[in-house]
């Protein structure tokens, strides 16, 4: 015994389970989606941020190494450890003010 409609309706979607052969975008002029150029626009945010963060960690590394060497030359060893932290906090204070910009860019 078979559980089938014996008077299929065609008109009837509403018991039609089938998976669509269509994909339905959304509709931008209807206020459901995004359109091309914002989701563009978001997609470059995110190339921007990637960037940045990678810039920031090759920076950091050679700067770090420079500033070391330079403050290991110049400075005498009873101040260098100030020094050094000193260095590292005003880079990581750069670097989270431009990602926290470039987040904020984001979230719009």
């Not at 960037?51 to 400075?75: D, E, H, K, P």
């Amino acid at each position: 015994m078979t559980d089938t409609n014996p008077n299929p309706d065609p008109d009837d979607s509403a018991t039609d389970t089938r998976p669509s052969d269509r994909q339905e975008w959304p509709d931008p002029s209807r206020g459901g989606g995004e359109s091309t150029a914002e989701q563009l626009k978001r997609y470059l945010n995110y190339a921007v941020l990637a960037g940045l963060v990678l810039v920031a960690l090759v920076s950091v590394f050679q700067l770090y190494s420079a500033v070391t060497r330079t403050i290991n030359t110049f400075v005498t060893p009873e101040y260098r450890a100030p020094f050094l932290a000193a260095f590292n906090l005003v880079v990581l204070l750069v670097v989270a003010l431009g990602i926290s910009l470039q987040l904020k860019r984001l979230q719009e």
